[in-house]
């Protein structure tokens, strides 16, 4: 399980960084939400994988890490969804509005012109 969730979370940001240094707005956003996405997830395996535990105290169990599952990783990811929509909400605002006023979405403001042969 540990292997599965360190490939996908390489996958991720693998794929953000490829989709970062694209030269349009939308890919860059897209770059900016998958490397959210596998940052969450790593928080989240910070919690260790384990399976059939204890979300919270049991009567008769010993209140120990190693019997429960640990909540603070999940509340941190819960917390950076939330803002991570938000910022990808506010992106999109501010891409369609450089759209907008400059003609072309791409980062530097400009299509490269292409050489005449």
């Known amino acids: 399980m540990e292997a599965v969730l360190a490939i996908a979370i390489g996958i991720l940001t693998g794929s953000g960084v490829y989709l ?5 707005t939308f890919q860059v956003i897209m770059g900016l939400t998958l490397i959210s996405y596998a940052v969450n997830l790593f928080i989240f395996s910070m919690g260790r994988v384990k399976i059939d535990s ?8 010993a209140a120990t890490l190693a019997n429960t599952a640990d ?39 400009e299509e490269k012109k292409e050489l005449a042969e």
Do not use: C, K, Y
């Open 71 to 109: 909540p603070m990783p999940q509340a941190l990811v819960l917390t950076a969804i939330v803002i991570g929509f938000a910022m990808t909400a506010l992106f999109l605002v501010v891409l369609l509005t450089s759209r907008g006023l400059s003609g072309t979405d791409h980062v530097d403001g």
């Open 20 to 24: 970062l240094l694209r030269p349009r």
């Open 54 to 61: 204890e979300p919270v105290l049991v009567p008769g169990v």
